[in-house]
């Protein structure tokens, strides 16, 4: 099983990007893909997360109105639309398949992150 993570990159407070997970290996369709963050000196933390069959959304309270998560079937990738990027935003971002959950440990596979700079 592989999460590749992509889309990562500087951008100016304000800004946008949007991050990609393409997933192979198995089926992913009873799994939920989620989207965990992790800055210089703090510990990893939930973002957002999409049920692969059903589409539904779940977000941290930090990122809410501002990311959007989904998911293209035929391409089996889950995207991470991030707008109104704040300073605070800056960290690596992980890719992640398992039982939705707020939780890295409901987690079970995971992808190498990618990391996304916002200046101020």
């Known amino acids: 099983v592989q999460l590749q993570a992509s889309g990562g990159g500087l951008v100016q407070a304000g800004g946008s990007l949007r991050l990609s997970c393409a997933a192979s290996g198995r089926t992913f369709s009873s799994y939920g893909m989620g989207w965990f963050r992790q800055a210089p000196g703090k510990e990893r933390e939930f973002v957002a997360a999409i049920r692969w069959s059903v589409g539904s959304t779940y977000y941290a309270d930090s990122v809410k109105g501002r990311f959007i998560i989904s998911r293209d079937n035929a391409k089996n990738t889950v995207y991470l639309q991030m707008n109104s990027l704040k300073p605070e935003d800056t960290a690596v971002y992980y890719c992640?398949?398992?039982?939705?959950?707020?939780?890295?440990?409901?987690?079970?596979?995971w992808g190498l992150g990618t990391l996304v700079t916002v200046s101020s």
């Open positions: 992640t398949a398992g039982t939705i959950s707020t939780l890295e440990r409901r987690y079970d596979y």
